[in-house]
């Protein structure tokens, strides 16, 4: 009669909720955070107003907390604290967003932002596992749902007035006065005095049906998804049964006869592939009928799924493969150090493959991509084989995780598109691709504006400046802005087929 009863919400009871409506700092923290996020994010490229959005997010979110005081609830459900590695991955999130304030470049910067997306959820959940970060994801549909009606408890509280001094929504209603008076006041005086009025333009945005349309459309996407943010942070999910990295034991010969079995065609593969996986340009030259390019993407692919898919199978070896008895742990040490180690031979295969493509056909983003996450291969094997002399690594997975969002950044701050540009420009002149460079984002004119051919630097330059937009401060970029000072005025052609036209004579 008197509880606690069980609960009976989605996710048995993950989302235990705060006790108590939102705080005032919080409402206000959020109210902020969306005014900001409203007035600074840019929709379509990269640029500073994403580091001055998150900024405000994450500084929302060290606000809230549910109020304080008043009887004691009936039921308490102790929340976990926060840990360091949580506001680690905080401090990743920011670093990833921040990475469009300095590169221009889409592609990586849509990369950053789906890492954040991981990051975000590792921040707030606190889970240790993959299983724990898929359930984060999950259960954020129905941490927005039950933030509205917590901040709305939250909202209401505020109406009333506590004390002496006045209720918080008078004094919301003072500052909109304020503001009203100001602008009614601002406008009379701007309309008298044009110095005033020339001020009053660079202190105040200009405000249009399509300023006034993109404020709306922020302010509505980011409300819930900041309040489901809050109600996690506020009240943590309960994932600590999903962190377990062990599960139900099978015997030792239901797992080392199949995974034994892999380990030898794995071994098989690597002797009869050798002359193949590190022939290098030996193997090509002395094969006859192939190519560079044949030689580089056969069986590439392949590799790299088997590379991904080896690390599922060793993901579950370590979680169902008994390790209690002497034998069970020389077992798993022999059968899964050996896979590893054959995986780490391909790996290397993978790399030398790309090496050689990339010294024939020159460096590209696809190309860079698939060297970069290779290596990310190679790292979370090498963690592995560590992971191998106490048997048990319940750090693994984030740790994985860590090598790829350090990765991440690593590859911001190398500038991969102004590195891509120079190493086409370092090949010979007439397998430069002129097309392809003027793909490339304004990171990469630092380079370009060493085109030897007038024609082929002016077409380069000029189409890359149509794609740089305009010059409003929430998509300033330090990439742009660089470019910007290089390229300077110049007359643009319509389209790089016009330059083409007009270089060819047609």
């Known amino acids: 009669m008197y509880g606690p009863w069980p609960d ?54 060290l606000v809230a907390r549910p109020v304080t005081g008043g009887p004691p609830p009936l039921v308490t459900r102790p929340a976990p ?36 997306a991981l990051t975000s959820a590792l921040a707030l959940g606190g889970g240790r596992s993959m299983r724990a970060v898929l359930t984060t994801y999950a259960i954020s549909f129905f941490a927005v749902l039950y933030a509205l009606p917590w901040l709305g408890r939250g909202l209401t509280r505020i109406r009333r007035k506590s004390g002496d001094g ?8 003072t500052a909109a006065a304020s503001v009203v008076l100001l602008a009614v006041f601002g406008l009379l005086f701007a309309s008298a005095d044009p110095a005033f009025a020339r001020l009053s333009e660079s202190l105040i945005p200009e405000i249009g049906v399509g300023s006034a349309f993109r404020w709306i459309f922020l302010a509505v996407l980011a409300t819930p998804v900041l309040a489901g943010a809050l109600y996690l942070r506020v009240a943590p999910p309960h994932l600590a049964d999903l962190d377990q990295t062990e599960g139900g034991k099978v015997s030792r010969l239901e ?67 008994p390790r209690e008895a002497p034998g069970d742990r020389a077992v798993f040490r022999c059968v899964l150090g050996a896979l590893t180690l054959l995986t780490l031979v391909i790996v290397a295969s993978a790399l030398v ?24 291969f190679g790292v979370v094997l090498l963690m592995v084989l560590a992971a191998g002399i106490r048997i048990r690594a319940p750090w693994l997975p984030r ?108």
Do not use: K
């Not at 060493?450 to 794609?467: A, K, Y």
């Open 353 to 376: 493959r790309m090496q050689v493509y990339i010294d024939t056909y020159g460096l590209t983003r696809l190309r860079l991509l698939v060297a970069c996450c290779e290596l990310w």
């Open 399 to 506: 740790a994985a995780i860590a090598v790829g969002v350090l990765a991440l950044i690593g590859l911001a701050v190398a500038n991969p598109d102004l590195r891509i540009a120079r190493n086409q420009l370092d090949r010979p002149a007439d397998r430069v691709d002129v097309r392809y460079l003027s793909g490339l984002s304004p990171d990469a004119v630092p380079a370009l504006t060493g085109i030897d051919d007038p024609d082929d630097r002016f077409c380069v330059l000029n189409t890359i400046s149509l794609g740089m937009g305009g010059n409003e401060w929430r998509e300033w970029n330090l990439g742009r802005a660089t470019a910007r000072d290089l390229i300077g005025d110049r007359p643009r052609p319509v389209n790089l087929y016009q330059c083409e036209a007009s270089r060819f004579g047609y």
């Open 8 to 61: 009976l919400r989605a996710w048995n009871g993950r989302l235990p909720g705060p006790g108590r409506p939102a705080s005032t700092p919080t409402v206000a923290a959020l109210v902020g955070a969306v005014l900001v996020i409203a007035e600074s994010l840019p929709l379509d490229r990269p640029g500073v107003g994403w580091l001055v959005s998150v900024v405000a997010a994450a500084i929302a979110l």
């Open 255 to 321: 797992w080392a006869v199949p995974l034994g079995l892999l380990t030898l065609l794995f071994a098989a593969f690597v002797t009869v592939q050798l002359a193949v996986l590190f022939g290098g340009e030996r193997h090509v030259l002395t094969t006859a009928g192939l190519t560079y390019a044949e030689y580089a993407r056969g069986g590439f692919w392949q590799l790299c799924f088997v590379i991904g898919l080896t690390l599922v199978v060793l993901a579950g070896a370590a979680r169902w493969a």
């Open 81 to 116: 604290g926060t840990r360091w590695d949580q506001y680690a991955w905080g401090a990743a999130t920011i670093a990833l967003l921040g990475v469009g304030t300095f590169r221009a470049a889409g592609w990586l910067f849509a990369l950053c932002v789906a890492t954040a």
């Open 166 to 173: 006045p209720a918080p929504i008078r004094i919301a209603g």
